[in-house]
C-alpha cells in the first residue's frame, strides 16, 4: 500500500550531512522528512571516521609516549587489541543508530527507514523494509544527501577475491597476519597505520610516485618514512595487475606490473569513492545515474529549483566537517527560498554560498606523524595564477616541538598570495599538528592580513610558535 504525504523538505539519506540539514530545516521551522535505507548516521558514525579514529587513537598516542624519555619504557609492548577494538565497537555505537534516532525525533524530523528514490520533480519514494510504500512530496526541497562508496578499479581477479574496502577495514574483528592495501590516498595511509599497530604486516602497493598525492609533496615523504618505521613496506610506482583468490576465500595473490607475485591474508582496496546516486531515480529527473551531482554554491543542483545536493555526493570535498558546513549553508538557503526573501546572500562569504569549499577546506590525516592542510597548496595555488610565495620552515626547530618529543621531525609551509599579502594555504606534517590545524583555517578563512598576523601571539613554548618562525622567515624576504 502506498502512503502520500506532504513534507516541506524531503531528505535522502541520513549520514552526518542529511542530519545536519534536518537539523537546519527544522530549526527554521519547515517540516521535514529524512529517508535512510541503512543506519541513521551514515558510513561516517560506523564505517569511515568514527571507527578508524578510534583504531587510531591509541596508534597515536602510544607513538608520542614512545618518544619521551621517561615513559618509553612503559610503552614498549604491544597494543592490547582487544581493549582498542573494543572501543572502537564502542565509538562506533556499536552499529546502533537508536541515539541517532532518538536526536531526529526529539527534533521534530520524521523518519523513513528503508531505500528512498526520486520519482519526478519534488517527490520521493520510500520503500520500507516490510514492503510498504510512502509517496513524499516536498514542498520547497528534496536534498540528497546518499554519500559516496568505495571504487573497486577494474582490475582482472578483483571482482571475485571478497577484497576489504573501507568499511571492512574500519569494523574487521581482529587483524590479519598480512594486509595488502593498494592505494596511496588518506584510507590507505590510515588504515595501513592501525592494522600495521595492530598485528598485521602492512605492504602498500602506491601506483604513483609517492603517497597522500593531493598534499604538500614533503606530507607524503614524512608519512612514507612514519610508515616504514612502524615495519610497513610502502612500494611507489608500483601496479596491480591481477588479483587471485579461487573462491574468495583464504591467501589472496596480488600480481603485480612487473610479473611479481604478492601474497597475502587479507586485501584492502582503497582507491577512492563513487556517488552513492546509481538507484536514486535520477533519470526521473533528467540526470545521470551514477553522476556526481554538481551544485552552485548554495549546493543547489544546477538547472533545478529544488533539488539540492549536499556532502560526499557532490565531490567540493568529500569530509564530514565540510559536508556539515554545506548543510547548514544548504538548509539556510531552502529556509531562505521558502520565506521568498527576495535577494540571498549567495556572494564570497555570504551566508548561503558554501565559499570555504573553494578556499578553506581543512584535513587532518590521522597518521604518525599526522598530516594538516587548509586551502591550497603551492602547486594548486600557481596553477589558479595566483602571485604566491611558499615559505617553509623546519617544524623541528621550535621549542614546542622540542619539548612534545625527542627527536621530533616535522614540517610547515604557508602559501602567501603576494598580492593581497593573505594566506592562501597552510600545512603541517608532525606529530600533534592536528590539534594546530584550525588556527590556519582561521588565518586562510578570514584572510587574516600577514601584518595583523604578526600581532597573533602564539603561546611559548607550544609547537603553535611555528606561526611566528614562518612569519619571521616570510619578513626576512
Ligand atoms: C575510512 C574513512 C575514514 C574517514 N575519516 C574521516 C575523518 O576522519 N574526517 C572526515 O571529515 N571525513 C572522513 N571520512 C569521510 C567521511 O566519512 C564522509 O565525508 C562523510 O561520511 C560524508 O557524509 P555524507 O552524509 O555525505 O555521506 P554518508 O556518511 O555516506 O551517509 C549517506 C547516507 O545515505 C544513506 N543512503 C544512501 N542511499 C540511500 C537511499 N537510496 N535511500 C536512503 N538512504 C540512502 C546511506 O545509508 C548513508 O547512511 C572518512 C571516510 C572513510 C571512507
Ligand atoms: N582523515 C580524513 O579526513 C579522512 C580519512 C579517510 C578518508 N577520508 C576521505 O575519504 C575519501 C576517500 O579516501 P581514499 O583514500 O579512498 O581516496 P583518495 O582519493 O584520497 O586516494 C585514493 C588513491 O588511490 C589511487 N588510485 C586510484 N585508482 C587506483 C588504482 N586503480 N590502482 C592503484 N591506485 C589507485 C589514487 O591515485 C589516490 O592516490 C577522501 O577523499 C578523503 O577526503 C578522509
Same mark, same amino acid.
Given at each position: ?40 548516521? !551514515? ?35 604491544? @597494543? ?11 565509538? =562506533?555505537? *556499536? ?30 519514494? =520510500? ?5 510498504? *510504500? ?34 571492512? =577495514? ?8 598480512? @594486509? ?8 590507505? $595511509? ?31 615523504? *614524512? ?128 551566508? *548561503? ?29 600557481? !596553477?589558479?595564477?595566483?602571485? $604566491? ?15 612534545? =618529543? ?8 604557508? $602559501? ?6 593573505? /594566506? ?23 584572510? $587574516?592580513?600577514?601584518?595583523? /598576523? ?24
Amino acid at each position: 500500500m502506498t502512503q502520500a504525504v506532504e513534507y516541506d523538505v524531503v531528505v535522502l539519506g541520513a549520514g552526518p550531512v542529511g542530519e545536519n540539514v534536518a537539523d537546519r530545516t527544522r530549526a527554521a521551522g519547515l517540516s521535514t522528512a529524512v529517508v535512510e535505507s541503512e543506519l541513521i548516521g !551514515g558510513d561516517c558514525s560506523y564505517w569511515a571516521c568514527m571507527p578508524s579514529k578510534a583504531l587510531l587513537r591509541p596508534v597515536i598516542a602510544r607513538a608520542d609516549a614512545r618518544r619521551l624519555p621517561g615513559v618509553s619504557a612503559a610503552v614498549q609492548g604491544p @597494543l592490547d587489541s582487544k581493549a582498542v577494538l573494543a572501543r572502537r565497537d564502542e565509538q =562506533a555505537a *556499536h552499529w546502533n543508530d537508536e541515539g541517532q534516532l532518538a536526536w531526529l525525533d526529539s527534533i521534530g524530523a520524521r523518519v523513513y527507514r528503508g531505500k528512498g528514490a526520486l520519482h519526478g520533480p519534488r517527490k520521493v519514494v =520510500a520503500y520500507g523494509p516490510e514492503g510498504e *510504500h510512502y509517496s513524499l512530496t516536498a514542498r520547497h526541497a528534496v536534498v540528497v544527501s546518499t554519500g559516496s562508496r568505495a571504487v573497486l578499479p577494474d582490475i582482472p581477479g578483483l571482482a571475485g577475491a571478497r577484497a576489504w574496502t573501507s568499511r571492512e =577495514a574500519t569494523s574487521a574483528r581482529e587483524a590479519p597476519g598480512r @594486509l595488502a592495501v593498494v592505494g596511496g590516498g588518506v584510507v590507505g $595511509v590510515e588504515m595501513a597505520t592501525a592494522w600495521q599497530a595492530l598485528g598485521s604486516q602492512v605492504t602498500m602497493l602506491v601506483r604513483g610516485g609517492g603517497l597522500l598525492p593531493r598534499m604538500e609533496p614533503f606530507v607524503g615523504e *614524512h608519512v612514507a618514512d612514519g610508515l616504514r618505521e612502524a615495519g610497513v613496506t610502502v612500494r611507489t610506482d608500483t601496479d596491480v595487475t591481477a588479483v587471485e583468490r579461487p573462491g574468495g576465500t583464504g591467501p589472496v595473490t596480488l600480481v603485480l606490473g612487473d610479473g611479481e607475485r604478492i601474497e597475502a591474508d587479507e586485501l584492502l582496496i582503497a582507491t577512492g569513492r563513487a556517488p552513492r546516486t546509481d538507484d536514486i531515480g535520477l533519470e526521473t529527473v533528467g540526470l545521470e545515474p551514477g553522476s556526481w551531482l554538481t551544485v552552485d554554491d548554495s549546493c543547489r543542483v544546477q538547472g533545478t529549483e529544488w533539488l539540492y545536493a549536499v556532502g560526499d555526493v557532490n565531490r567540493r570535498a568529500l569530509l564530514t566537517h565540510q559536508g556539515k558546513y554545506q548543510a547548514r549553508v544548504a538548509g539556510a538557503a531552502i529556509a531562505a527560498r521558502a520565506q521568498q526573501v527576495p535577494l540571498l546572500e549567495t556572494d564570497r562569504w555570504g551566508a *548561503h554560498a558554501a565559499t570555504a569549499d573553494h578556499a578553506a577546506v581543512p584535513q587532518v590525516v590521522f597518521t604518525d606523524p599526522e598530516a594538516a592542510a587548509v586551502g591550497l597548496s603551492l602547486a594548486e595555488a600557481e !596553477g589558479a595564477g595566483h602571485r $604566491v610565495r611558499a615559505v617553509d620552515y623546519d617544524l623541528a626547530s621550535v621549542a614546542g616541538a622540542g619539548l612534545y =618529543a625527542e627527536n621530533y621531525r616535522g614540517h610547515a609551509r604557508m $602559501v602567501v598570495d603576494l598580492d593581497r599579502e593573505v /594566506l592562501l594555504g597552510v600545512t603541517f606534517v608532525g606529530a600533534g599538528v592536528g590539534e594546530l590545524l584550525h588556527s590556519a583555517t582561521i588565518a586562510v578563512a578570514g584572510e $587574516v592580513p600577514i601584518d595583523r /598576523l604578526w600581532h597573533a601571539v602564539p603561546s611559548f613554548p607550544t609547537i603553535s610558535e611555528i606561526w611566528l618562525r614562518l612569519l619571521e622567515t616570510y619578513r626576512a624576504g
